[in-house]
T-cell receptor, first 116, second 116 residues
Framework: EAGVTQFPSHSVIEKGQTVTLRCDPI?????LYWYRRVMGKEIKFLLH????????ESGMPNNRFLAERTGGTYSTLKVQPAELEDSGVYFC??????????????FGEGSWLTVV | AQTVTQSQPEMSVQEAETVTLSCTYD???????LFWYKQPPSRQMILVIR??????QNATENRFSVNFQKAAKSFSLKISDSQLGDAAMYFC?????????????FGTGTLLAVQP
């Protein structure tokens, strides 16, 4: 079974440009999450999809960030325009079904974003 | 709001020895879950061990065990018989019980080096 896959693994863009990160969750996982880790700091929650609907987007930092999940399958996270403080690692995660303790959340390897 | 603190940015252990990683948290909730995640270099973050707050018994997974002190809000991870493959970034995480979202609240991580 394929795990959570993220693309690109690394991206270097200039301030003001646009970047789109993609996440493919494990097949059949209704729940999809985006997290971000700024270097040296904690991993912070960005948002949670249940299928194609945004369940919780309380962690999205500002309106330069747009997340979508087309048809409840893969998800994209677009940053437009990118700022220096957006640099960090963006993690995607997925889990199956109704939330419960036993439902493990599976993480991808992360997409490293550097804004210069 | 809940917070998670990992006070050890880096730790080192000799192969076959035991190491303990510290984690404290702050919450006003009585029911919650606690987790330790491991991220090896350039690989996916994986769940190491988890604990339900209402259970007094400390969770154990092979060489990994926790010391859960609810009153002290402490959740340390003990790795016994350390192996080279244990070298990774370790994150402590908190999750509320119930609720519509399943978001995790992470600490800043502890980078564990294992010396041969």
């Amino acid at each position: 079974e394929a795990g959570v896959t993220q693309f690109p693994s690394h991206s270097v863009i200039e301030k003001g440009q646009t970047v789109t990160l993609r996440c493919d969750p494990i097949s059949g996982h209704d729940n999809l999450y985006w997290y971000r880790r700024v270097m040296g700091k904690e991993i912070k929650f960005l948002l949670h999809f249940v299928k194609e609907s945004k369940q919780d987007e309380s962690g999205m930092p500002n309106n330069r960030f747009l997340a979508e999940r087309t048809g409840g399958t893969y998800s994209t996270l677009k940053v437009q325009p990118a700022e220096l403080e957006d640099s960090g690692v963006y993690f995607c995660a997925s889990s199956h079904g109704v939330q419960g303790f036993s439902n493990t959340i599976y993480f991808g390897e992360g997409s490293w974003l550097t804004v210069v | 709001a809940q917070t998670v603190t990992q006070s050890q940015p880096e730790m080192s252990v000799q192969e076959a020895e035991t190491v303990t990683l510290s984690c404290t948290y702050d919450t006003s909730e009585s029911d919650y879950y606690l987790f330790w995640y491991k991220q090896p270099p350039s690989r996916q973050m994986i769940l190491v061990i988890r604990q339900e707050a209402y259970k007094q018994q400390n969770a154990t997974e092979n060489r990994f065990s926790v010391n859960f002190q609810k009153a002290a809000k402490s959740f340390s991870l003990k790795i016994s018989d350390s192996q080279l493959g244990d070298a990774a970034m370790y994150f402590c995480a908190y999750r509320s019980y119930g609720g519509a979202t399943n978001k995790l609240i992470f600490g800043t991580g502890t980078l564990l080096a294992v010396q041969p």
